[in-house]
Nanobody
Framework: QVQLVESGGGSVQAGGSLRLSCVAS????????MGWFRQAPGKEREGVAS???????TYADSVKGRFTISRERDKNTLYLQMNSLEPDDTAVYYC?????????????????WGRGTQVTVSS
């Protein structure tokens, strides 16, 4: 059974940094498209970043240049380095995975989800 567990969320001031981690278990990590999504109160879940099996990455325009997605295959771990955080980045962040050769930043595309970790950025 696929299991994704996020960690690393917290509260920071604007301009600060956080690194989120997602540990995957129960399947072959290397062949999957992995993504980070976020959902703020009253808003739809939106794609933040994805990384495919060849380490190709995609970012939402709102986080380009500030966030970096990466994966460590021998640890089955996905990361999201978040720098220059802004209050609008406040949300619950979710890790997601799907067996696919390519990635898209659409929540319905992904079949496995973690429970999320809260990120709060104060001004």
């Amino acid at each position: 059974q696929v299991q994704l567990v996020e960690s690393g969320g917290g509260s920071v001031q604007a301009g600060g940094s956080l690194r989120l981690s997602c540990v995957a278990s129960g399947y072959d990590f290397s062949g999957r498209c992995m993504g980070w999504f976020r959902q703020a109160p009253g808003k739809e879940r939106e794609g933040v970043a994805s990384i495919d099996r060849y380490s190709g990455t995609t970012y939402a325009d709102s986080v380009k240049g500030r966030f970096t997605i990466s994966r460590e295959r021998d640890k089955n771990t996905l990361y999201l380095q978040m720098n220059s955080l802004e209050p609008d980045d406040t949300a619950v962040y979710y890790c997601a995975a799907v067996v696919a050769s390519y990635c898209i930043l659409r929540a319905s595309y992904y079949s496995a989800w973690g429970r999320g970790t809260q990120v709060t950025v104060s001004s």
